[in-house]
């Protein structure tokens, strides 16, 4: 049976931490007296599923905003360009699960919080952008994730017909919110306080979506 299926990114279907790291890096070395140098592996985890606005507020609270929003915008453009060159780790599988998916007749999506560019470069990098009927985020639509969600639903003809696969408990929160179903991505970056079908990884789904 078909199942229209939108997907999280970062925790879901990649895990563009530690060179979202480097790139951030290389910014924040050219400016003068910010809160950081640098950014870790482990920075990046943590702010993961938050929008820009949250992540410059969360990484650079002391800084003064002017320069925090310089920064950030700086930092979301090179990052684009960084990995649309490098590309990040993509989960094991992803490409034959993905190939399966549409082999059975899903129709699939992305929705996250991310800038604009982010989305665009994945697809790029690793040529998937023929898995994938249609995509949106924060950073083009300005809204939180339930709400781009639903903007997503309602243009392709989802309804509430939609299964939503992410990590962490906004995610899950969202997809509540927008009137879908949730699968929880086990394997990324957070936890889920829901009685919800869960994947322990991505190769997991295909089998999943034929028992639910």
Partial sequence: MQTNLIFDMDGTLW????????SWTHIIARHPNPDRTMTSTEDIKSVM????????????????ASLRRQIMTE?????NAYL???????YPHLEETL??????GHR??????????????FLSYY?????FEDFDCFGNTGYDKDVTMRLLADRNGLGNDFYYIGDIQEDYNSTV????????????FGKVDADVPSIQAICQLPALLRQI
């Fill in 99 to 104: 190939q399966e998916l549409r082999l059975d």
């Fill in 49 to 64: 599923g938050h929008t820009m606005e949250e992540i410059n507020d969360l990484l650079f609270p002391k800084t003064d």
């Fill in 15 to 22: 895990d563009s931490a530690s060179n979202v790291a480097r």
């Fill in 108 to 121: 699939l999506f992305i929705v996250s919080n991310c800038q604009s560019g982010y989305i665009e470069a």
């Fill in 75 to 79: 930092c979301a453009a090179y990052e």
């Fill in 84 to 90: 649309a060159r490098h590309g990040g780790r993509l």
């Fill in 177 to 188: 919110r927008a009137g879908g179903r949730f699968i929880h991505a086990a394997y990324g």
């Fill in 127 to 131: 040529g998937f952008g023929k898995y």
